[in-house]
């Protein structure tokens, strides 16, 4: 149960109107209690923090110009907003990138106790890695683990090829960054941010890419920025030092690889997968076309009244994502 110090400082929070601070001890203590083994009673906990972080939003939201909870008007145009439930222990991580992620939503569930110190969360992050490596599923949990609403930026509505206006949406979004609480998703972001000087660089695409660095200067608030991209080499280099942490999503292989495999087909008996020829089958392959391979498996397998894949239908299935990933 509780300590009476938790109790007194929730009790505490209430009192002051911290609402911030009144969630991240909810999260703390949830966390603590998961780790006593009460799973049932973390889960109560973590769902009462997000309803009262997404209750805090609603406030928030309401009285603005920009009500981008539901947005309207040309806002409806540039983001769409949802509520993930995914969380970070939902995904097969490297342990580096899991603890920089952890790290990151514990900075944001005590941003009370970084700012009596005069400091601030990192709120920017750039995630880097090929396709189906968890990018953007990582700002999903981002959001699940914070109980925040996830805003995706929808690039093909904000650029344009007409003057000025590319900077004119822009500047509508971190409006609303501002203005509204939130995670908010920059996914492929080389579509917006490519090296100026490029071949195929536009006058309208160095004013865009500018107002977009000039934006990140301006952005100090509680929101959480995420940008991904397949394709590093292309972001103009002034971008990278405008990220508070930059992230590296590889190809999962050896252990991790086969992780990932046991965490989909965790209801299945998987003893007698000879996992050296899965993991050699499976080399090269991103997370999600591993996941898929073995989705195929496991409806080999129980189409066939098997009780749980063989070595063979993981080969197969593995080997038949590398042919498509080829002709892709």
Avoid at 59 to 83: D, M, N, W
Avoid at 87 to 105: A, K, Q, Y
Avoid at 263 to 286: H, K, N, Q, T, Y
């Amino acid at each position: 149960m509780p300590s009476a110090q938790q109790l007194l400082g929730l009790i505490k929070s209430h009192a002051q109107g911290d609402e911030d601070r009144f969630v991240a001890l909810t999260v703390q203590m949830a966390a603590s209690e998961e780790r006593k083994g009460h799973i049932r009673l973390a889960e109560q906990l973590r769902s009462l923090a997000e309803e009262a972080s997404r209750r805090n939003s609603t406030k928030a939201a309401k009285g603005k110009t920009v009500p981008i909870v539901a947005p309207r008007g040309e806002l409806a145009q540039l983001v769409s907003a949802s509520y993930p439930k995914t969380r970070l222990s939902h995904m097969i991580l490297d342990p580096e990138t899991n603890s920089g992620l952890r790290r990151i939503v514990k900075e944001h569930w005590q941003r009370w106790k970084l700012q009596e110190h005069g400091l601030a969360p990192r709120n920017k992050l750039l995630l880097v890695g090929p396709p189906g490596s968890g990018k953007t599923m990582t700002a999903s949990a981002l959001a699940g683990e914070t109980g925040l609403p996830l805003f995706t930026v929808l690039l093909h509505g904000v650029i344009t090829k007409y003057m000025g206006e590319t900077a004119a949406k822009l500047r509508l979004v971190f409006d609303a960054i501002a203005e509204t609480k939130g995670v908010y998703l920059f996914d492929e972001l080389d579509a917006l941010a490519s090296q100026r000087g490029a071949g195929n660089d536009v006058g309208e695409a160095r004013r865009a890419l500018n107002s977009f660095l000039q934006f990140l200067d301006e952005d100090h608030n509680d929101s959480l920025l995420v940008a991904t991209t397949n394709h590093p080499e292309l972001l103009d280099k002034a971008l990278f030092r405008r990220f508070h942490l930059i992230m590296e999503y590889k190809i999962p292989s050896g252990t991790l690889l086969i992780d990932t495999i046991r965490a989909r087909l965790a209801m299945f008996p998987l003893d007698s997968i000879e996992w050296d020829l899965v993991v050699e089958a499976g080399a090269g392959l991103s997370s999600a076309e591993i996941i898929r391979a073995a989705e195929d498996a496991a409806r080999d397998a129980v189409i066939e009244d098997r009780v749980a894949p063989e070595t063979s239908d993981l080969l197969a299935a593995l080997r038949a994502r590398h042919t498509t990933f080829r002709l892709g």
